[in-house]
């Protein structure tokens, strides 16, 4: 079974600063796609930024960007220039190619000190 | 750009009560998922439908259902309602599974909170 871990449950970063966050996942699966959603207060899921397996280039939305270690299976989140408007819980999520589920981390709370 | 459309958006029910949420996906999206959060919990994964057809089970009760319409609209229908099935339901949509661009976008999200 695919599994998505995150290690850290909680992270605080001073407002303007660079922050990652871990995500680890357990597949035997060789095509797939990982995803970074954002859930601010309001709970809406927002999808940060994704990452196709085949892709040795680590995607990077604008501040977001990941480092995406294949042979390790861990897929990071990096934050620059942290606002507080980043301030959520984020999810790591993990999907094989034609399947349908989204498969998710516990989460981990991302807290921005001004 | 148009969302995915959930409602209610909140909605109070009693125990042993049914309660039915409804999702508008994204339009030319032909995949739908139903996702419940709990407090404090990540997302799992209900159920989905692509093209009108089930296409993979989740962690659904038995006492819920679902189904996707001609118009690709989707229901999902709880009854027998406990205090347990309090949480956030998460409707979300994508293009078929096949597909390069098959990102899944999600809901606002319909709060059921069972008392």
């Known amino acids: 079974a695919q599994t998505v871990t995150q290690s850290q449950p909680e992270m605080s970063v001073q407002e303007a600063e660079t922050v990652t966050l871990s995500c680890t996942y357990d597949?035997?699966?060789?095509?797939?796609?990982l995803f970074w959603y954002k859930q601010p207060p309001s709970r809406q899921m927002i999808l940060v930024i994704r990452?196709?397996?085949?892709?040795?280039q680590n995607a990077t939305e604008n501040r977001f960007s990941v480092n995406f270690q294949k042979a390790a299976k861990s897929f990071s989140l990096k934050i620059s220039d942290s606002q507080l408007g980043d301030a959520a819980m984020y999810f790591c999520?993990?999907?094989?190619?034609?399947?349908?589920?989204?498969?998710f981390g516990q989460g981990t709370r991302l807290t921005i000190n001004p | 750009a148009a969302g995915v459309i959930q409602s209610p958006r909140h909605l109070i029910k009693e125990k042993r009560e049914t309660a039915t949420l409804k999702c508008y996906p994204i339009?030319?999206?032909?995949?739908v998922y139903w996702y419940q959060q709990g407090p404090g919990q990540d997302p799992q994964f209900l159920i989905s439908?692509?093209?009108?057809?089930?296409?993979d089970k989740g962690s659904i009760p038995d006492r819920f259902s679902a189904q996707q319409f001609s118009d690709y609209h989707s229901e999902l229908n709880m009854s027998s309602l406990e205090l347990g099935d309090s949480a956030l339901y998460f409707c979300?949509?994508?293009?078929?599974?096949?597909?390069?661009?098959?990102?899944?976008?999600f809901g606002e999200g319909s709060w059921l909170t069972v008392v």
């Open positions: 979300a949509s994508s293009l078929g599974p096949g597909l390069p661009g098959n990102t899944i976008y």
């Open positions: 597949t035997s699966e060789s095509d797939y796609y």
């Open positions: 990452q196709e397996a085949y892709k040795q």
């Open positions: 999520a993990y999907r094989v190619q034609g399947a349908q589920k989204l498969v």
């Open positions: 339009p030319r999206h032909d995949t």
């Open positions: 439908f692509y093209e009108k057809m089930q296409s």
